[in-house]
């Protein structure tokens, strides 16, 4: 069982900027591919970005690339995200998963197979 725990979350103003990470609970997280989601009030939880096992491989949703950076410390056993340049449509509750497969590199919720419980980002106009 990986138990993942997501912070770094709160309010900032549009144009401003958040670093969340995930910390996982598990030695082997390096084996690990790595995801970020977030889910807005009344959508879908959507993809945000990943990262495969080991050195990472990323990959970033087209309304993020350019503003946000995923990034691994094996280390640490932890995951980051960096957002820059937030804007208001990128308020959401952000989620952390972890994908057993470390070739994976997937936009889709149900490759994952443990989930963090959630930061909420909020960003004011």
């Known amino acids: 069982q990986v138990q993942l725990v997501e912070s770094g979350g709160g309010l900032v103003q549009a144009g401003g900027s958040l670093r969340l990470s995930c910390a996982a609970s598990?030695?082997?997280?390096?084996?690990?591919?790595m995801g970020w989601f977030r889910q807005a009030p009344g959508k879908e939880r959507e993809f945000v970005a990943a990262?495969?096992?080991?050195?990472?491989?990323?990959l970033y949703a087209d309304s993020v690339k350019a503003r946000f950076t995923i990034a691994r410390d094996n280390d640490k056993n932890t995951v980051f995200l960096q957002m820059n340049s937030l804007k208001p449509e990128d308020t959401a509750v952000y989620y952390c998963?972890?994908?057993?497969?470390?070739?994976?590199?997937?936009?889709?919720?149900?490759?994952?197979?443990?989930w963090g419980q959630g930061t909420q980002v909020t960003v004011s106009s």
């Open positions: 598990e030695r082997t997280f390096s084996n690990y591919a």
């Open positions: 998963a972890a994908d057993l497969n470390y070739y994976s590199i997937s936009s889709l919720a149900g490759e994952y197979d443990y």
């Open positions: 990262i495969t096992g080991g050195r990472g491989r990323t």
